[in-house]
Each structure stands twice: as structure tokens, then as C-alpha cells.
């Protein structure tokens, strides 16, 4: 049975869901999990072929979010599926536009399982960071699928860097049966350990390059890759060069691999047939529990980036405006600000701000407005972000969004859809789901692939305050919480300036802006700009370590340049 609600609420699909279960008989009991699907506009009628197969293994309720956050109009539509329609379970599908797309969490909590497990399942497009996305942060299990990315090699690398125990990838389970094969044939006797491994494949399938790792791991024998036939797609092959012959495995057909062993002339046929996604899906919701494996194998296939200074090595290296006072400071900051985003939205239609407080922050964007309203610029072509926050009530006169929005954004008039303000405390949020609803906020206006990507910009111009410490947004010398470098944005705890909680940007997102502006004035500001100038050292002086890729400007009045 199908119903449709338009233009309507999460308690009201989750009433109806209870009526239609009621008016139709339909059996209620025996689900064992929620299974998410999260999907931009795509097709979805092979996820949803899948998942109702599934169900018949698994019974669940699945909920289906469908968003489109730049739709002109805020609402949310739902199409419920019960009964026959269904499989074994039930399906909600919404339809997520606008300003509603931004709440996804509150969305889904009324019509998740009480008491069942969570599995969240990108099968297109997916973070880079499932774990510490909103929604996968309420999951157990979090799988992706990286051959449906325009680039699986990248979205494989970028995974590897946000990675977390839960996460896993249908390309992993498209060769969980090669890899029970060759773990069987690897066990013939005699037992000896190979000497080399060639994975033949799609060269950059990402089973192939899972598959490749694997091997190198388990084995501790360097694994080449060669190309397999044009017309297979993805695993083709894999050789294993003992002492005493070859252990060799390739697929002959779509339903079976061919395994050649030492000492055997004879062929051997496995029926092996390519998996399809309902089978792999299947694969993933019958264990709940961490796929260990997988993430030794996509760990070991990619390496992370725990130095912090890399994020900004290899970029232009910064310049200095000085000035008189903190007022002509601000006057060349705001002018310099103010000819970016114009360049930015005559190239890309939109720009993408992050604004600071401060002494030098908040005049400096009250001048901004006051430049690009004189220049006729669109305040909707402006995206306002923060570059961090104090964790606390919304009213708060210590958040730095209060001063700045009433000088830069009431003053321009920018749509309060354009305008990104992190959570307080007054949201509801704890401060690590604050953090990770920001983080998913940047992800969603297409921040995800250039923080995780070296060389790619989200932000147009990052304005940064810089402390006499030497510290930038949130990220403070030698403190433990600006060591974090796969998320994008981050909670701190026991700051060393108050308030002791905060919310911040991270290396890869303050590194992701094509203009960083960096605003210092005062004699005690003198020390940390001479530091930060000596070169980069992320862990004693953070405002040393932050670049924008095509420049980095210094906007400094006689005092602080004192030190240079």
C-alpha cells in the first residue's frame, strides 16, 4: 500500500505510518534495524530495488532522504510504502527541499525504531567523513560505495582520511568471495609464503585497489596492479608467485573463476557469479559489528595526514600590508576583502565568506558591508560563514556572530539562508553534535570534496583574528583538540582563553579558502606575528600554519609589525 503526504511534517508521516500499519493489518513486529538512505536527487530505483530485497533477510524500516537544499521553496514531501509494496518491512521516502535539508537529524529521530540498531547507506554521493556526518554519527554501520563517485580512487582517499570504526564500502563486499578463495588456496600445501602478487583489474576500481591492499597487508609482499580485459569491469585476476609455482585466480565468465595451483595442470572452475547490490547490502546488515578488516586494508592503501603543517606547505607564501593604526588596518583589510568577493562572483556566480570578531574583526566586516553595498554587489551572491564560535547561549554577548552580524550581515541584508552561524547552546545540541552539524552544514554547500582534497577551495576569503598567542579561530599553540585533521569543523574543550568550549574550522577547512586574510593590531600582537612569520610550526604558533592557495595577506598596523 502507497499513501502520499505533501508539504507536511515528520510527526504527521509518522502518524499516518502508524494508521496505514493499522487500517491494513499490516505486521508491525520483528524489525531489526533503521536503514538509512541518503541521496541527493539521483535515481533511486535500484538502492530502493535492493533494500526491499534485503528486507526480506533483514526486516526494516527504511527511510529514504531525498535533498535538495538549493530548492527555491522549504518543505518536506513523504511517500510511505507498506505491506506488499514494502518487502518485509516499510519504507518512508522523503523529499527534502530548502532550509529543511539543513535539520536532517531532528527530521528522522520521530520515525526511527525505538531500541532497533541504525545503518546509514550513501549509494551515491556520499562524505568524506561518514562517521562524523549527522546522520552517520547516529549509525552503527555506515556504508558507501566508491565506484558510484566521479572519482573512486579520490573518494577512497578521502574515506581513508575520514575514516572511522563502522564505516565500510560495497566495494569491499563485492570481493569478500575472492577473498575467502584465495584465502583457501593460499592454505594448500605446501604452505609457503608468496614472493610477489599482481592484481589484475579496472585500475582504479576501487575493489581492485581495496583488494591490492588487502593482499599487501595480510601478506606483507608488495602487490602491482596491471589492467585487466577493457570489457571486465572492476577484479579480474589475482596471481601468487610461491617458491613452489602460482597460485592463480581469474574470472572466465560472469559466473565463475578459473584457480590454477602449483602442481595442478588441471583447471579448476568455482562458481563465483559478480554480486549484485542487493547482495552486498545483504552482506553489510548481516553483521552489526566494525568491519575491522576493511579498515586495515583502506588505511593501509592511502596515507593519512596527521602533520598538521602539511595542509599548508607548498602554497604561496604570505605578504604584509602594514599600516598606521587599527583603523587604516581595517579600512586595507575590508577594500582588499571586498575586491575578492567581487572577482568571486563575477567568476562563480556566489562567494563564500568566513568572518572573525575581534578588536580588528568586527570593524573590518562593518567597513566590508559598507564597501560592497557601495559597489552594488548582491548580498544573495554572499555565503557568511564563522570561522569559530563560543559555545554558548545564543544571546551570549561573548559569540562572535552577535557584533558581526549586526555590522556586516543586517547591514547588507543578506538572506538569512545565505548566513551559516554555529550552534549554541540554546540549540539543543551538545557541543559534538554542534560540531558535526556545522561540519555537515560546509559538506552539504559542497565544502566536502575540497576539505579532504589537497589544492581545491571551498572558501572565496577566511578572515582570521590572530591572539597574542599566536592562536587563529579556535586552534590554540599546544593544545590537544587542534591536533584533529579529518573533520572540518571540531569541538574544543578546556580552551585557554574563555569560554573553556568552543566550536572551530580545522586545518583542512581554514587551508580550503582562495584568500586568507589575517588580521593582527596592538604592540602585544608583535611577538606572535614574528613567530608566525619564521615559518610554519602548526603546534607552537598556529596562525603560522594557515594558507590560502592563490594568497595569504598580513594586514598589520606599526606595532604588531614591530617584531618583522
Known amino acids: 500500500m502507497i499513501t502520499t503526504l505533501t508539504d507536511t511534517t515528520a510527526s504527521a508521516v509518522d502518524r499516518r505510518l ?4 493499522e487500517e491494513f493489518a499490516v505486521a508491525a513486529q520483528g524489525r531489526v534495524l ?115 563517485s566521479d572519482s573512486p580512487e579520490s573518494m577512497l582517499k578521502r574515506l581513508r582520511r575520514g575514516y572511522r570504526s563502522g564505516d565500510t564500502d560495497l566495494s569491499w563486499s563485492r570481493i569478500t568471495h575472492w577473498r575467502g578463495l584465495i584465502a583457501s588456496a593460499v592454505e594448500i600445501p605446501p604452505l609457503a609464503a608468496p614472493t610477489s602478487v599482481t592484481v589484475e583489474g579496472t585500475v582504479d576500481d576501487p575493489s581492485v585497489l581495496l583488494m591490492a591492499s588487502w593482499l599487501e597487508k595480510e601478506l ?52 563465483i557469479p559478480r554480486r549484485s547490490l542487493f547482495e552486498c547490502l545483504s552482506e553489510e546488515l548481516r553483521r552489526l559489528d566494525p568491519d575491522e578488516v576493511y579498515g586495515d586494508a583502506l588505511c593501509h592503501a592511502f596515507t593519512g595526514i596527521d602533520d598538521a603543517s602539511t595542509f599548508a606547505s607548498g602554497k604561496p607564501e604570505p605578504t ?34 568566513v568572518l572573525t570578531g575581534g578588536t580588528v574583526g568586527i ?28 559555545f554558548v547561549a545564543a544571546d551570549s554577548p561573548e559569540r562572535n556572530d552577535l557584533a558581526v552580524r549586526a555590522s556586516f550581515v543586517e547591514a547588507l541584508g543578506i538572506p538569512a539562508h545565505r548566513v551559516h552561524p554555529m550552534p549554541s547552546t540554546s540549540s539543543g545540541m551538545g557541543l559534538d553534535d554542534a560540531a558535526a552539524w556545522y561540519g555537515q552544514q560546509l559538506d552539504m554547500a559542497g565544502g566536502d570534496v575540497p576539505f579532504h582534497t589537497r589544492g581545491r577551495a571551498f572558501f572565496d576569503v577566511l578572515l582570521l583574528g590572530v591572539g597574542p598567542d599566536g592562536h587563529i579561530a579556535s586552534l590554540f599553540p599546544e593544545h590537544p583538540d587542534q591536533k584533529e585533521t579529518t573533520l572540518t569543523a571540531s569541538a574544543v574543550r578546556d580552551s585557554p582563553k574563555p569560554p573553556p568550549e568552543r566550536i572551530t574550522l580545522t586545518w583542512p577547512a581554514v587551508n580550503s579558502a ?51
Open 18 to 21: 502508524i494508521e496505514m500499519r
Open 34 to 148: 533503521t536503514l538509512l538512505i541518503v541521496a541527493g536527487t539521483e535515481d533511486l530505483a535500484e538502492p530502493l530495488s535492493a533494500a526491499v530485497q534485503a528486507s526480506r533477510e533483514h526486516p526494516c524500516r527504511v527511510l529514504v532522504l531525498q535533498t535538495e537544499p538549493e530548492a527555491a521553496a522549504d518543505g518536506l514531501d513523504a511517500e510511505i510504502r507498506v505491506g506488499r509494496d514494502a518487502g518485509a518491512g516499510e519504507i518512508v521516502l522523503l523529499s527534502v527541499r530548502g532550509q529543511v535539508a539543513s535539520s536532517l537529524d531532528t527530521l528522522i529521530t520521530p520515525l526511527l525504531l525505538p531500541d532497533a540498531p541504525i545503518v546509514a547507506w550513501w549509494p551515491g554521493a556520499a562524505p568524506s567523513s561518514p562517521g562524523q556526518d549527522v546522520l552517520g554519527s547516529m549509525a552503527q554501520r555506515r556504508i558507501t560505495d566508491a565506484r558510484q
Open 220 to 271: 606483507g609482499v608488495e602487490a602491482q596492479i596491471v589492467p585487466g580485459p577493457a570489457e571486465e569491469i572492476g577484479l579480474s585476476g589475482v596471481t601468487l608467485v610461491r617458491p613452489d609455482g602460482e597460485i592463480a585466480l581469474r574470472r572466465e565468465s560472469g559466473d565463475s573463476i578459473v584457480m590454477n595451483l602449483p602442481g595442478d595442470a588441471s583447471d579448476q572452475h568455482v562458481t
Open 320 to 353: 604584509d600590508v602594514v599600516s598606521a593604526d587599527k583603523d587604516a588596518v581595517s579600512d586595507a583589510a575590508a577594500a582588499a576583502v571586498a575586491e575578492h568577493l567581487r572577482s568571486a562572483i563575477a567568476e562563480r556566480g556566489l562567494a563564500h565568506v
Open 363 to 390: 570593524p573590518t566586516a562593518g567597513k566590508l558591508a559598507r564597501e560592497l553595498s557601495a559597489a552594488g554587489v548582491d548580498p544573495e551572491r554572499i555565503e557568511v560563514w564563522w570561522g569559530d564560535e563560543r
Open 514 to 564: 582562495r584568500h586568507v586574510v589575517l588580521l593582527a593590531a596592538g604592540a602585544e600582537k608583535a611577538e606572535a606575528v614574528a613567530r608566525a612569520h619564521a615559518g610554519i610550526d602548526p603546534w607552537a604558533c598556529p596562525s603560522s600554519a594557515v594558507r590560502g592557495l592563490e594568497s595569504t595577506t598580513w594586514y598589520l598596523d606599526e606595532d604588531s609589525a614591530s617584531g618583522l
